[in-house]
């Protein structure tokens, strides 16, 4: 007891020393660089723990006898409904809140429930850990992008956003080389059945991709420092007062019956409650339209009836249809409320035709990209041959191939914007239209080793349309609406792409019994982007324009204007 005023007198001593030491670090030129280092590794934990279901797919289809569809629900449907859901609210807070706290919590929960889905007994618990692993990487990218807007210029944003993006392919590699390497070894060890806990190889996965996550999540908290929100912009970024409430208002302005609420506390007239009903008949409709269309097309041994009440059978199918239209709705809800409650999102985010086409974009790209790399695994033991050895030679390449093609990316995009306003956009065009040639390679040659060339080729230029359509976006708007953007953004890219392109791939190949002409399929939508992308271009400039004079706008606007009740800042047409 004698030494603890000695040792409060040296922490005392020490506290301001130990803050003047992180200020200046903070301030060091290689600082950023550690910070975009660090966001990478998040964004690489986020997908081993979102990819890792690829490389297992095998080894639950035979514990668990799922079908195709079922995995493809898995994979995307699953995931990609509750990282919507929660992506528009945890967007805001991080506009709001502490980016570095709001990364940290959500990489804590992605990693804990990618831990519990190891302990996983049938399909329905599985995907409820799924579900959870969505919502909690819905609170990075958003946090990141801001982060990241905030240490480096505009000038130098498609290269840190693209360098950034490698952690998707370092993720996913690793994903197919550390989980199949844990299901051989765990296998090898335990062969006469002795596993702890009576886990299997694909439980052990999960949970030993899981726990360092958690582990990682402090380092975030204890190295990693909050700058001050738009300190590279003309004028800083003014404060939200109440992050949590309006992160609530956002969640709550997409489910009923607060979502009516809100239509309320906007004074909104009533044609928009009509509308409202309307978004919700359509959703109802989409439910027992797809649900009953895509019962038909299967046998009776493809339908995978999960629960039963009464004589009511619960199908996948059902399931995945009712979570798309839960999330039509839900985006739907969240849109309505933006347009009439916040006039700064609604001009530069829900009104704009860029930012529109921009989404559509990255939504069929997505859905290409998810189709193809959800089922890459078991086209590859189910048609080549190959064994689990396969997952690692797949996994190192793409890491190498698919990081190297997002870094490459980075300096050629921006380099495109330099050389013409719309280079970005033009880009991307081109390198979509190699990756689909090479995967339509890769999944008609009958040779092994055209098999990897072809996916290496493919692997190296599919990512190259994140940093570019990314960096197109945030060039839309301010940057209290960075986060925000990036969520709106993500709708397209995660409920179309990751919510029905796997799931598209399952079902055509559960339906045919033919799973290359289904992965063929998904591959054709390429025509579709490249549309939307000469779309984006009509109006770039003009919106690029307008997002100039929101910030001039906003910047001159007095603090006591800047949040309403009704949120966000009134800006007048």
Request: aromatic share 12%; glycine share 10%.
């Amino acid at each position: 007891m004698a030494a603890d005023p000695t040792m409060r007198r040296a922490l005392t001593v020490a506290a301001p020393l130990l803050q003047r030491l992180v200020m200046t670090t903070h301030e060091r030129p290689w600082y950023r660089w550690y910070v975009l280092f660090i966001l990478t590794l998040i964004y690489a934990f986020g997908y081993i723990d979102r990819q890792i279901v690829t490389i297992l797919a095998p080894y639950l289809k035979k514990d668990m006898g799922i079908s195709d569809a079922q995995l493809g629900l898995l994979y995307g449907t699953s995931f990609a409904l509750f990282y919507c859901v929660f992506g528009i609210p945890l967007a805001r807070l991080a506009d709001g809140w502490s980016r570095v706290r709001t990364l940290a919590l959500g990489l804590s929960f992605w990693s804990l429930m990618t831990a519990m889905s190891g302990l996983s007994r049938n399909f329905v618990q599985l995907g409820t850990a799924r579900i959870g692993v969505g919502i909690g990487e819905a609170s990075a990218t958003p946090a990141a992008v801001s982060l990241l807007g905030d240490y480096f210029e505009r000038a130098r944003r498609g290269t840190v956003l693209a360098l950034y993006s490698v952690g998707v392919y370092v993720g996913a590699g690793a994903s197919l080389v550390i989980g199949g390497s844990i299901v051989s070894a765990w296998e090898r060890t335990y062969a006469n059945g002795t596993a702890p806990l009576g886990l299997s190889g694909w439980q052990a996965s999960f949970i030993g991709v899981g726990v360092p996550g958690m582990l990682f999540a402090l380092i975030v908290m204890l190295t990693v420092r909050e700058p001050m929100r738009g300190r590279l912009d003309a004028v800083p970024a003014r404060k939200d007062p109440h992050p949590f409430l309006h992160a609530l208002r956002d969640l709550g302005s997409m489910i009923p019956p607060w979502s009516w609420l809100r239509l309320q506390a906007l004074n909104a007239p009533r044609r928009e409650y009509a509308r409202n009903f309307v978004y919700l008949l359509c959703a109802v409709a989409l439910v027992c339209i797809a649900t009953a269309g895509t019962n038909q097309v299967l046998s009776a041994g493809h339908k995978a009836v999960i629960a039963t009440v009464g004589s009511f059978d619960i199908t996948s199918n059902l399931v995945q249809w009712f979570a798309i239209a839960v999330a039509f709705y839900v985006c739907s809800n969240w849109y309505q409320a933006t347009r009439l409650g916040d006039a700064y999102a609604h001009r530069l985010i829900t009104g704009s035709r860029t930012f529109a086409a921009v989404t559509v974009a990255g939504a069929f790209l997505a859905f290409a990209m998810n189709a193809v790399n959800a089922f890459v695994f078991v086209y590859a033991s189910r048609k080549l041959g190959l064994t689990a050895q396969a997952g690692l030679h797949l996994g190192i390449i793409a890491i190498i191939a698919g990081g190297a093609g997002i870094s490459v990316s980075g300096y050629l995009c921006d380099w495109a914007k330099r050389r013409h306003p719309f280079g970005r956009l033009y880009f991307v065009c081109v390198t979509a239209t190699v990756f689909s040639a090479a995967s339509v390679l890769q999944y008609l040659t009958p040779s092994v080793t055209v098999f990897y060339c072809a996916y290496a080729v493919a692997t190296f230029f599919v990512p190259m349309w994140f940093g570019p359509l990314q960096a197109t976006t945030q060039d839309l708007v301010i940057p209290r609406l960075r986060g925000t953007a990036f969520a709106a953004f993500s709708l397209g890219p995660n409920i179309f792409g990751l919510g029905l392109g796997p799931y598209f791939v399952g079902i055509v190949s559960d339906a045919s019994g033919d799973l290359r002409m289904a992965i063929l399929s998904a591959i054709g939508v390429l025509p579709v982007s490249i549309g939307a992308l000469l779309v984006a271009s009509r109006t770039l400039l003009q919106d690029e324009a307008a997002a100039h004079a929101a910030l001039e706008r906003s910047n001159a606007e007095s603090l006591d204007h800047d949040y309403v009740e009704v949120g966000g800042p009134q800006l007048t047409h």
